[in-house]
Each structure stands twice: as structure tokens, then as C-alpha cells.
T-cell receptor, first 113, second 109 residues
């Protein structure tokens, strides 16, 4: 299995809701990533997990809370989001190491109303 | 701070013409550079990485540390090359990834 899967594909939530995005891979990768991509912009790194531990947080607001319960799963918990948080959220995974390819999921399209 | 610049938002070429997508980077250390591609309605995927010095789908890219560039080239464009291309700089081993703004390549039949 060489795919990264993300659920749900689309999510609409109000500013007071709590929701979660899920990412899964079964390639044995020990690094996992969350990116945010606004329309017509490149992906922006949010978080990196390495061996299930948070290693990079790119000054992301606390209303985004990542979680890596095991080596195959990555969650992004959302709470009290703002309309400007509407974007495509991409998950990726890779083997730790120089020159490693990142494998991307299809993304979750999030709309905050 | 690290930075990746792709000066062209859109590049239109005719089928069979040479293609060059420009990428310049700013980083004081030893960079790792990649080209990622996104075809219509597909996910982002790796095209090339500088350390492997390979040719994929006829594309090549050479790291020029003196000019801090990693331009992507192909001698003869094909229609199926139409896509969004992102240059990416990776530092901190494999972790900190910075994407350029992307160039949309349009190959005209």
C-alpha cells in the first residue's frame, strides 16, 4: 500500500464546532506532516511528527491541535476556527532521512462558516 | 531564513519546444532540493530530487550552488507535461520543507 489516505474529503464547520481530520499511511514511514494550502498558493508546513513525537510546529495557532497516536495515524483536531482557516489541509509521510520523498494525501477541503 | 523563488506563475510553451522552469533558493547551509508536480485532479507527487541526479519523464534538474538555482528542464515539451510544478527546499534533515510559489506549465498542442 503506497498511498496516504485522508478523511473526510470535505468538511464544513461552524466557528464553535470541534472536528478532527484524519490521515493514515501503511508504508512504514516514521515522519508525518500537516500542510495548509490556500487557493492558488503553495502548501505551507504546519506540523511535523518524527517517530510519533512532535518535532516541528510552525507557529500554528492553538486552535489547531495535532496528534500522532501511532506510527500509521495522524490527526488534526480543530476547535474554534476562523473563516480564514478555510483551506485544503494536506497530510504527507516520508521515511526519516536525507533526500526522502514525501508522499502526499489528496487533502481535506475545509470550509469554516 | 530559507526561501524558494519561482519567478513565473504561468509558462506557456508549444508542444515540442524546450521547457525551463526556474527555481532559486536562499539558504546558508547545504540544501536539499526537490521538484514536485501536481497534475489536474491528482495529488502532489515527487518528480525529481537533486541528490539522485536522475531524469524522470524527460525532465532533468541540476543544482547550481554558485547561482543558488535548481532549474527544471526538458528538451521537448509534451501535452501531458501540463501541470503545476513546485520547487521545494528541505532543511533540518528531512523535516523543514519550504515550497516555492509554483509555476503552472501549459503545453499548447
Amino acid at each position: 500500500d503506497t498511498e496516504v489516505t485522508q478523511t473526510p474529503k470535505h468538511l464544513v464547520m461552524g466557528m464553535t464546532n470541534k472536528k478532527s481530520l484524519k490521515c493514515e499511511q501503511h508504508m512504514g514511514h516514521r515522519a508525518m506532516y500537516w500542510y495548509k494550502q490556500k487557493a492558488k498558493k503553495p502548501p505551507e508546513l504546519m506540523f511535523v511528527y518524527s517517530y510519533e513525537k512532535l518535532s516541528i510546529n510552525e507557529s500554528v495557532p492553538s486552535r489547531f491541535s495535532p496528534e500522532c497516536p501511532n506510527s500509521s495515524l495522524l490527526n488534526l483536531h480543530l476547535h474554534a476556527l476562523q473563516p480564514e482557516d478555510s483551506a485544503l489541509y494536506l497530510c504527507a509521510s516520508s521515511q526519516p532521512g536525507q533526500g526522502s520523498e514525501q508522499y502526499f494525501g489528496p487533502g481535506t477541503r475545509l470550509t469554516v462558516t | 531564513a530559507q526561501r524558494v523563488t519561482q519567478p513565473e506563475k504561468l509558462l506557456s510553451v508549444f508542444k515540442g519546444a524546450p521547457v525551463e522552469l526556474k527555481c532559486n533558493y536562499s539558504y546558508s547551509g547545504s540544501p536539499e532540493l526537490f521538484w514536485y508536480v501536481q497534475y489536474s485532479r491528482q495529488r502532489l507527487q515527487l518528480l525529481l530530487r537533486h541528490i539522485s541526479r536522475e531524469s524522470i519523464k524527460g525532465f532533468t534538474a541540476d543544482l547550481n550552488k554558485g547561482e543558488t538555482s535548481f532549474h527544471l528542464k526538458k528538451p521537448f515539451a509534451q501535452e501531458e507535461d501540463s501541470a503545476m510544478y513546485y520547487c521545494a527546499l528541505i532543511t533540518g534533515g528531512y523535516q523543514k520543507v519550504t515550497f516555492g510559489t509554483g509555476t503552472k506549465l501549459q503545453v499548447i498542442p
